[in-house]
């Protein structure tokens, strides 16, 4: 088989695999949201098919890069990096923060943007886990998807890692994930309470 033949062998699979993944996420999809907002919105003003998703047009660099913060209490902004896909319509962003009296203290906070085709089926598949209801209890740690505030949430912590996370996705669009290091759980959940959501509809 010629390196040509090889090469288009490849791009078939992957675009049949693509093709697969979004039929699946559109039969998969729930009928009900699944992130209510305290906002006095309906839940059908929230709900977001994957079908609808996939027909968005994702944000762009400069959208996501305008929004994310470069300071929020005690943390600023160390490093940024940017994913732009537009031959697969996906867009996501990765800040990490610093605490600026203590470096060993950082927070990494990730936004996937669910617009397009191939960041629909990936969101489809976060909102079916933030679905189920589960809880892990161990002696250095925890883990449990619940609600809280309105909104479906996994979270975890471990304190012989020095590791708290928590994951949630905002306007039935953006999966949020929030990692702390050297923090407590409730020390990521403070910081993930001062983010302005505001630029991200």
């Known amino acids: 088989m010629t390196e040509k033949t090889k090469s288009n062998s490849k791009q078939f699979w992957m675009c049949f695999l693509i093709i697969f993944l979004v039929i699946l996420g559109f039969s998969c999809q729930k009928k009900r949201s699944l992130i209510p907002e305290n906002n006095g919105k309906s839940l059908q003003d929230e709900e977001l098919s994957a079908k609808d998703l996939s027909l968005k047009i994702p944000f762009t660099r400069e959208e996501l890069k305008n929004w994310i913060p470069t300071a929020l209490g005690d943390f600023k902004i160390i490093k940024t ?8 319509d996906m867009s996501a962003i990765k800040a990490t923060y610093s605490h600026q009296s203590d470096s060993t203290k950082q927070i990494v906070l990730e936004v996937l943007d669910g617009a397009g085709p191939v ?11 933030l679905n189920l209801d589960f809880e892990e209890l161990k002696v250095n740690g925890f883990s449990r998807i619940h609600e809280r505030k309105g909104r479906r949430v ?48």
Do not use: P
Not at 81 to 88: D, L
Not at 122 to 127: A, K, N, P, V, Y
């Open 81 to 88: 990096v940017i994913g732009y896909n537009e031959s697969v």
């Open 119 to 129: 960041a629909s089926v990936l969101l489809s598949g976060s909102i079916q886990k």
């Open 154 to 201: 996994w979270e975890a912590e471990y304190t012989n890692q020095g590791v708290a996370e928590l994951e949630f996705i905002h306007a039935g669009r953006f999966l949020v994930s929030v990692k702390g290091k050297h923090l407590r759980n409730e020390d990521v959940w403070a910081f993930a309470e001062k983010l302005d959501f505001e630029g991200l509809k």
